[in-house]
């Protein structure tokens, strides 16, 4: 029945300025899953019903980087460069069809419409996960302008969140929250304070060797001779470093197409539609290790 009431909808948008006659179509896409081809500056993005071999598809052609950055993106259609399509095949078709540098010989196509004018609005949702194990992380600690959500390092002192947290898991409920590293006590946890053991000497400087990482500097001296002199409130030993080290997240982003405004053309025959959804993709781009070198701040201006 849902199909039915479509298709009439469907068939009183087709104009014929021939001799009246109308080609049947559904044009039912509603479960079908939006998928993409391409990549660089040309994409395909289409949707494919083999109950009655049809297919609606999107050809996209851009140098913007899609994928990368929350927000939304519209694109004219022009009937070359972009371009809408909805086809008949003579058969039921497959991803290979829009997906092959040359087009497969079959199916072939029984009946083309070409969208001559219209918009689409593309609608991307954009997540960056440091995969320190935190949640909820709000603000920029460091001043850096990575968000504490995805920074790898969110006091600036070129030691990994994730190894400032409750790394043993003392208590097995395997949250790195409950018992954060706070080695001077002082109610500031170690991956937000940018002086951990508290000797005056910022964590950053405590870098001996000035390889972007005070974890493997130690002097052998006090109490703890192995405990890295960051951690050790008996050496304050200063090295100015003003480069923080190499950032690393992951990215992974979901995008929504809509169609505006869209006329199909076949000859003289038109299909018009004011709005279409084309449908979603989720993790239509995922990277697990994006890297960036934030711009240095100083301890104290932090």
Same mark, same amino acid.
């Given at each position: 029945?849902?199909?039915?009431?479509?298709?009439?909808?469907?068939?009183?948008?087709? +104009? @014929?300025?021939? &001799?009246? &006659?109308?080609?049947?179509?559904?044009?039912?896409?509603?479960?079908?899953?939006? +998928?993409?081809?391409? /990549? #660089?500056?040309?994409?395909?993005?289409?949707? =494919?019903?083999?109950?009655? *071999?049809?297919?609606?598809?999107? +050809?996209?052609?851009?140098?913007? *980087?899609?994928?990368?950055?929350?927000?939304?993106?519209?694109?004219?259609?022009?009937?070359? #460069?972009?371009?809408?399509?909805?086809?008949?095949? @003579? *058969?039921?078709?497959?991803?290979?069809?829009?997906?092959?540098?040359?087009?497969?010989?079959? !199916?072939?196509?029984? =009946?083309?419409?070409?969208?001559? *004018?219209?918009?689409?609005?593309?609608?991307?949702?954009?997540?960056?996960?440091?995969?320190?194990?935190?949640?909820?992380?709000?603000? $920029?600690?460091?001043?850096?302008?990575?968000? &504490?959500?995805?920074?790898?390092?969110? $006091?600036? %002192?070129?030691?990994?969140?994730?190894?400032?947290?409750?790394?043993?898991?003392? %208590?097995? $409920?395997?949250?790195?929250?409950?018992? !954060?590293?706070?080695? /001077?006590?002082?109610?500031?946890?170690?991956?937000?304070?940018? &002086?951990?053991? #508290?000797?005056?000497?910022?964590?950053?400087?405590?870098?001996? /060797?000035?390889?972007? %990482?005070?974890?493997?500097?130690?002097?052998?001296?006090?109490?703890?001779?192995?405990?890295? $002199?960051?951690?050790?409130? +008996?050496?304050?030993?200063?090295?100015?470093?003003?480069?923080?080290?190499?950032?690393?997240? @992951?990215?992974?982003? /979901?995008?929504?197409?809509?169609?505006?405004?869209?006329?199909?053309?076949?000859?003289?025959?038109? =299909?018009?539609?004011?709005?279409?959804?084309? #449908?979603? =993709?989720? %993790?239509?781009?995922?990277?697990?290790?994006?890297?960036?070198?934030?711009?240095?701040?100083?301890?104290?201006?932090?």
């Amino acid at each position: 029945m849902k199909n039915l009431l479509f298709s009439i909808l469907v068939l009183a948008t087709l +104009q @014929s300025c021939d &001799d009246g &006659d109308i080609i049947v179509t559904t044009f039912d896409f509603e479960d079908a899953d939006l +998928q993409l081809c391409g /990549d #660089g500056n040309e994409y395909v993005f289409y949707k =494919i019903n083999n109950e009655v *071999s049809e297919s609606l598809s999107l +050809q996209l052609t851009t140098t913007d *980087s899609l994928f990368l950055e929350d927000g939304t993106e519209t694109y004219t259609l022009d009937g070359t #460069g972009n371009v809408v399509n909805y086809r008949r095949f @003579s *058969s039921n078709v497959t991803g290979d069809y829009f997906c092959s540098p040359i087009p497969p010989t079959a !199916p072939t196509v029984n =009946i083309d419409y070409v969208a001559s *004018s219209g918009t689409v609005t593309l609608n991307t949702t954009v997540l960056r996960d440091d995969n320190d194990g935190l949640e909820d992380e709000t603000g $920029d600690t460091d001043r850096d302008g990575i968000p &504490d959500s995805y920074d790898f390092d969110d $006091d600036g %002192d070129n030691v990994p969140t994730a190894a400032e947290l409750d790394t043993e898991d003392e %208590d097995g $409920d395997g949250d790195p929250l409950t018992n !954060p590293l706070d080695t /001077d006590n002082d109610g500031i946890p170690n991956y937000l304070d940018p &002086d951990d053991d #508290g000797d005056g000497t910022p964590t950053i400087y405590e870098d001996r /060797d000035m390889n972007l %990482d005070p974890q493997d500097d130690s002097n052998g001296t006090g109490e703890n001779e192995t405990t890295p $002199d960051y951690l050790n409130d +008996q050496v304050d030993e200063e090295t100015i470093i003003e480069t923080f080290r190499v950032h690393s997240y @992951s990215l992974n982003s /979901d995008v929504s197409i809509r169609l505006s405004n869209i006329v199909l053309v076949n000859g003289k025959e038109s =299909i018009i539609r004011e709005t279409l959804s084309l #449908g979603e =993709i989720e %993790d239509v781009f995922t990277d697990d290790d994006v890297t960036t070198t934030p711009t240095f701040v100083a301890p104290d201006e932090n």
